[in-house]
């Protein structure tokens, strides 16, 4: 790995840093519902008008096609220009749908789907999770009858993000009913707006309704919307989740460094309540300290991911270990934060910008979950990198 800044790379990094200056939003994304999705297209639009679209697809696909360490840059800028979060209604389709497409479907999927999903046009949703399914995702239930020209399908997934603005979904079914687990699935283009699906909003502890149940009613859907193969489609969801669970948290993973620089500077002007501040209590300092050290180990193991991804083009397991390490000290932090600022931390009225840190914290616990239980990164980890006997 060569973690030398060549003079493209800093090149780069200034006109990603001057764009970034006046193109900024000036004011904030809107908490959550349709306002937010109409402030996530229009600041994926922009981006996409001046040429800072997609920066780790192929140019071939309309994308920058950056390099390893580029991206990286990119997502520094981003974190310190205070830009739009990149999780929002936008990265499902741009962070593993498209590249998903790119990957596996066809000339005709990827010449239709990938320019609406750079510019913001085609929001996209997940249909993965199931009630009685969750994580486990090679036990999903959801059934599709595969007829002449069309599958139709009949079930329900859960927690579907974004459900309600999503123009596509990534559909991942069970095509051979007498197949089990990873066998006999399919993984569909999903069209939202196709007749007999319901949507559901379900309201969480982040006091908005972001996450859906939908139900699927006789849902017809295209033989050409299938990606990859007919009850082959769980190598086509393991793309999926690779690129999900491998560089799709590359800016949550660099950002925590300049998280855990604002908590320092809070915690030098905030007082707790014996009048200190709290940079002066040696506990918070310590925590605050480990938080640092941990948040440029995985900076560093985020560097050595993202170049071994270049070399070999398979983002590949280590995603899962990861997710693990910038889950757990997310959460950390946050937990930290909270006892820097008592009370005050308990305060939340479901608004990210208002209470940012309180939002953090809530978020933490999602965060664990989606993309995979913390449990099955686990699992992943110990069958797929440590090659330890299987638990089942």
Known sequence: MDLQYSEADREFRERARAWLVDAVPKQPRPAHGAEAASFDRAWQRKMYEHGWAGVAWPKQYGGLGLTGLQQVIWYEELARARAPHYINTTYIALMHAGPTLIARGTDAQKAFHLPKILS??????????????????????????VGNDDIVVNGAKMWTTDAKYADYQELLIRTDPASERHKGLTWLIGDMKAPGIDIKPIRTMLMDEHVNTVFYDNVHIP????????????????????????LGFIGDQLELYERVGRAIDLAGKT??????????????????????????????????????????????????????????????????????????????????????????????????????????????????????????
Not at 122 to 138: I, K, M, R, T, V
Not at 287 to 305: C, G, P, Q, V
Not at 315 to 335: D, F, I, N, W, Y
Not at 356 to 381: A, M
């Open 120 to 145: 913001g046009e085609a929001l996209w949703c997940q249909g993965f999770s199931e009630p009685n399914a969750g994580s486990d995702l090679a036990s999903l239930k959801t059934r599709g009858d």
């Open 223 to 246: 033989l050409v919307n299938v990606v990859g193969e007919i009850d082959k489609g769980w190598s086509t969801a393991l793309s999926t989740l690779s690129f999900e669970r491998g």
């Open 271 to 392: 007082r707790l309540e014996d009048g200190r501040f709290a940079i002066e209590d040696d506990g918070i300092a310590q925590r605050l300290a480990s938080l640092k050290a941990d948040s440029l180990a995985i900076r560093a193991m985020t560097l050595a991911h993202i170049t071994e991804s270049d070399r070999t083009g398979d983002p590949g397991p280590k995603g899962s270990l990861m997710k693990l390490l910038v889950t757990g000290t997310h959460k950390a932090l946050s937990e930290t934060v909270g006892e820097i600022l008592g009370w005050s931390f308990l305060e939340f009225n479901g608004d990210r910008t208002e209470h940012p840190w309180t939002y953090d914290y809530l978020w933490s616990w999602v965060f664990s979950i989606s993309g995979g239980t913390s449990e099955i990164q686990r699992e992943i980890t110990a069958d797929r990198l440590l090659e330890l006997p299987r638990a089942r």
